[in-house]
């Protein structure tokens, strides 16, 4: 089962900065949860919210954001003693930190329509070349965001994330095309992660923190554990 960090490493840097990224390869993991959104000027941006203020304390949405507003807000608000200025990365800064490694899972947020989640795409698949295909597994919550890949014949994996209705996701994800399905913790057990891996699709489980429920998936066979704490995981895993 492979660590994956979450934003990063969300518990142990500031998430989704570069810093966070490097802090993550310094501690030699080399598999990333991030997240992505396009701004009002096309940029690609690594964020997780749609507001700055739970990071930075300033309170802008980043659908009013261009790249160079976002420059000027540091997200170290929760991380006061932060070695270092902590910007909203563009995608390709990020990219650049994570080139080695063997496993990504970029999280492109929900849009607000499918013209949005074409556009975005199609500014995804101008970045990214085919270098990062057997790296990286683009996911989603938002199925408009899955069916796009899908009409653009992505040829990136995708996989979708759940956090409600259990019941239909294994069907929801492979009618898009999906390799995968990132299960939220508490929706995670024994019988859905078989009966994912039955239909043909590697399981990810976002968020685990503690060591006894990580080595309880590790046992159930989990592919991939998402977490706020790899350090931690290391020690156990």
Known sequence: MQIIGHRGARNEAPENTLGGFQ???DL????????LRQLQDQTL???HDDDLERTTGIQYPIIKCDVTQLAQHNHCKLWPHWYQYEPTPVLEQVL?????FSHIELEIKAV????????LVQTLHQKLSKDWQDVLVITSFDEKVLQALQHENSPFKRGLLVEDQPESAIHTALKL????????????????VQDTHQAGLKVSVWTVNEPERALELQHWGVDGLITDVPSLMQKYL
Do not use: P, Y
């Open 28 to 35: 030699g993991i080399t598999a990333v949860e991030f997240d």
């Open 96 to 100: 650049n930190i994570i080139k080695d």
């Open 23 to 25: 802090h993550l390869k």
């Open 177 to 192: 095309g999906c390799c995968q399905i990132g299960w939220l913790n508490t929706l995670t057990t024994r019988q859905r």
């Open 112 to 119: 607000a329509s499918m013209i949005d989640a074409q556009n």
């Open 45 to 47: 941006v690594v964020i």
